[in-house]
C-alpha cells in the first residue's frame, strides 16, 4: 500500500485532478504494486473490491463477471499506461518504515514511542512528505514526534531535538570526568548522521506533518489531542501552508453534488476528475 501511495503522490506531480479521477488513479497503484511488490492479485480481483469500496458495499455484491467489473478493469489498465509514464519506469521505492526497523532493531527501550512513530509513518503518506524527502529523513521526523508525544508536554521541544548539536555539546569536560551519556530525546538524530540540510528537512517535515493533523476534526478523532498540543518547530523561512482545516460550520447546510458520477464515484473529484479517453491527455468542457 505504501509503494502505491507513494505512486499516487508522484503520478499527481505530472497529471492534474482535472484530467484523471484519482479512485481511477488509485485502483491502479495498488494493482501495480500487486506485482512489483510480489503479492499479485488477479485484475478482476482488484477491480471488484475497487468497485466495492467507491460503492461503499461488500464486494460478495457484484458479481465478478459483471460489466461494472469489466469496465473497471478496463479502466484500470488504461490508467496505468499513463502511471508507467508518469514514474518513469522506476519501480523501486524505499520507504521510511524500513529505516524504522533498522533504528527499532538498533535501539528497543521504548515500545510505545515505536509504536507512535510506525503510525505516523503510515500517516505520513497522506501528505506529500514520500516526493518531497528521503526515507531517513522521514523516519526521523516520525520518530522524534513519536518521543515528543511519548515523553510528554515538559520534555524538550522539537527544536531542541533536531538542533544541529546538542545543548549539552558546546559546554567544556573536565579532564577527569568521561562525556555525558548521549541525550535520549536526540537518539535518532544521532543515528542517522543527519548534516545541517537533512536537520533542516526534518523541521520542515514535521511542520508538515503537524500541520496534517491540525487540519484534522479533533471532535472526531480525539486521539489527536496529544498530537495537537505539539507546538511545530520554529521555521527557517515563512512557507505556504498545505492543509485548511474542512470542518464546517455548525450551522452549514451539507453540499448536494448536482452532478453525480455516472460511474457511482463517490465523492466526485473537486475539479471534476474524469479519466479521458484512451489515447487522449485531457476532457473537453462538454464533459466536465
Known sequence: MFTAATWFHRFYMRYSLEDF?????????IFLATKTEECGRKLRDVARVGRAKIRNIDPSNIPVDSKEVDHFSSLILHVEEYLLEAICFDLVVESPHAELVDLFDVY????LTQDYAWCIAHDSYRTPLCVLYPPKVIAAACYVLAQRISDGPNSPSLDARISASAPTASL???????PPSPDASRYAIEYFALSEVELASVSEALSILLEFYSAQDATIYPYLSSILAVPPPSPSSPKPNLYVTTAPPANATPLQDSSPDVLGRTPNSSHGG??????????SEAEL
Open 172 to 178: 567544556p569536560t573536565p579532564p577527569s570526568h568521561k
Open 21 to 29: 479521477h484519482r479512485q481511477d488513479v488509485a485502483a491502479s497503484c
Open 274 to 283: 474524469d479519466t479521458p479517453a484512451r489515447g487522449l491527455l485531457g476532457t
Open 108 to 111: 528497543e527501550k521504548d515500545t
